[in-house]
């Protein structure tokens, strides 16, 4: 038997014991009174080597044990804080030094209870009069030394990826400060938060493939969304609503790369009465806000970018840019010229993709060229089906893109609310699926028809969580708490196979010399 599995077997027989003696290695309930950010503040002022007169029942998950005979100290964490623990004679008695010294273990989450010191070393500290069990721990934590090094291992068993690494806990609690700073941002300004349909007869508001299912109870095929409920919420501005703002899973059946996941979460606002030249000074506002507040600065490095989002947003015409950077006219310029500039650039391509599709093929590889800030405007109608054209020049549309470091970070236009106009591109992009286009918009007869009704002038605007990966830095699968994984094979995920995983772990019971 290999130390490892010694360690579980061991583990394993302590819970026996502990049952035997009748106490419950895992009980519902705690009494715990202060959580230890309350500790610590609470006795902030507390001297040297002075005990206080109050006692403190805190409860945490032990992270270290260092046992040097007549006195024990250990670690303990409650998932925001850590405080130090010690067992002495004679304010810890007999009973509770045993159990803790021959059932607790590094990983155990317990209970303790007694006055607050500082020791020599000015180490704020609780001193245990009474511990008690809350859960017994099988297998033993990663060492702390190593933690998970292998990236798989880590994204699988992220709870102890975010356990064991600091930086890692800290970036999901700033990931939620995101996502909350862009919903105060919007509900302080107006917008009205809403739901809508995760399940669609068709999956409109983007050109993206879907994932399909069967609906039993209704006997119908239905798609998950691809857009954050683009059509649903536009309804709602026929309805009457003015603004309106969606925060929400989307899902994509497509490729996975450092910058796209299949499931993530999207933002999408839209705006009545307002443009797309309105939405871009919106937007800038907001960015320059998530900014500020969740990572303290507006200026930010990304690889050979620098940029800063309090200096003044460049505004880049589509069609200028790539002529500037590849000296090709893309109004003027066949098929077969621009297939040519893609091998030349050796950009991939589909050659059997319609020729706006490779234009846009050929504008990605000038946008990474691009440092930002900037908005980029001007994009041809063929590539967006449900944004307005621009009146001096209707083959473009009125939208913006957010540019920075080389990579598009969000995109809005002014909705189209022309029924008719909106009719005949959705028939061209039939025509276009019909051909083999996967990415054509489909169809939607009900959004026409709701159309008809009026709806008002609309700015839209959306980015995903990859705006999140990309102010860290990382990429968008390091920066969900539990990526999609494939699943293990079923012997991996026995007992042995887990115990053999290529991480090393901490034997509770190592004696480390010293303390505090």
């Not at 699988?156 to 700033?174: A, G, S």
């Not at 009900?446 to 959306?462: D, H, I, N, R, S």
Request: proline share 4%.
């Amino acid at each position: 038997m290999g130390r490892e599995d010694q360690i579980v077997s061991e583990r394993l027989r302590k819970v026996k014991e502990l049952k035997k003696r009748g106490i419950d290695p895992y009980p519902a309930i705690s009494k715990r009174e202060f959580d230890i950010k309350e500790v610590r503040k609470r006795f902030s002022k507390l001297g040297v080597e002075e005990v206080s007169k109050e006692k403190v029942v805190c409860a945490g998950r032990l992270m270290t044990i260092r046992d040097l005979g007549k006195i024990a100290f250990a670690t303990l964490y409650d998932g925001a804080e850590k405080i130090q623990i010690l067992l002495q004679e004679p304010q810890s008695d007999k009973a509770t030094r045993e159990l803790f010294k021959k059932y607790l273990d590094v990983g155990d989450f317990v209970e303790v209870e007694g006055p607050v010191t500082v020791t020599k070393r000015n180490e704020l500290s609780v001193v245990v009069k009474k511990v008690k069990l809350l859960t017994k721990s099988i297998l033993p934590l990663p060492a702390k030394w190593h933690g998970l090094q292998d990236q798989e291992e880590r994204l699988r068993k992220r709870y102890l990826d975010i356990l064991m690494n600091e930086e890692v806990r800290e970036m999901f609690i700033r990931k939620s400060k995101f996502w909350s700073t862009v919903r105060e941002f919007l509900v302080s300004r107006g917008f009205l938060e809403v739901e809508t349909p995760v399940l669609e007869t068709s999956a409109g508001g983007a050109a993206a493939t879907p994932f399909s299912t069967h609906h039993n109870a209704l006997d119908m095929d239905v798609s998950l969304r691809i857009s954050m409920g683009e059509l649903w919420q536009k309804k709602l501005m026929v309805a009457g609503y003015p603004k309106t703002f969606e925060i929400g899973r989307q899902f994509r059946n497509e490729g996975m790369d450092a910058d796209h996941l299949q499931d993530y979460t999207q933002m999408e606002f839209y705006w009545g009465y307002a443009d797309y030249k309105k939405g871009m000074e919106l937007v800038k506002e907001l960015y320059r806000e998530i900014a500020k507040r969740v990572y303290g600065t507006t200026k930010f490095e990304r690889g050979e970018h620098k940029f800063d989002l309090a200096q003044e947003w460049k505004i880049i015409d589509y069609a200028d840019e790539i002529k500037k950077q590849t000296g090709l006219d893309i109004w003027k310029a066949t098929k077969q010229e621009v297939m040519k500039k893609l091998r030349d650039l050796q950009e991939p391509f589909d050659p059997n993709a319609e020729k706006a599709r490779l234009v846009d093929a050929l504008w990605k590889n000038c946008r990474r060229k691009i440092t930002g800030p900037a908005f980029l405007t001007g994009q041809p109608v063929d590539i967006s089906p449900l944004a307005k054209r621009l009146p001096e020049d209707p083959r473009k549309v009125q939208q913006f893109q957010i540019l920075l470091a080389g990579t598009e970070a969000g995109n809005g236009y002014s909705e189209l609310n022309d029924p008719l106009d909106q009719e005949e591109r959705f028939k061209e992009q039939r025509k276009l699926a019909e051909e083999g286009d996967g990415e054509a918009h489909p169809h939607d007869e009900e959004f026409v028809e709701a159309l008809k009704y009026g709806m008002p002038p609309t700015c839209g605007f959306g980015f995903s969580e990859r705006l999140f990966a990309f102010f860290e830095g990382k990429p968008i699968r390091e920066t969900v708490i539990f990526p999609l994984m494939k699943p293990l094979d079923s012997k991996k995920v026995q007992m042995k196979e887990y115990q053999k995983s290529s991480f090393k772990r901490v034997d509770s019971q190592a004696h480390l010399k010293g303390g505090k």
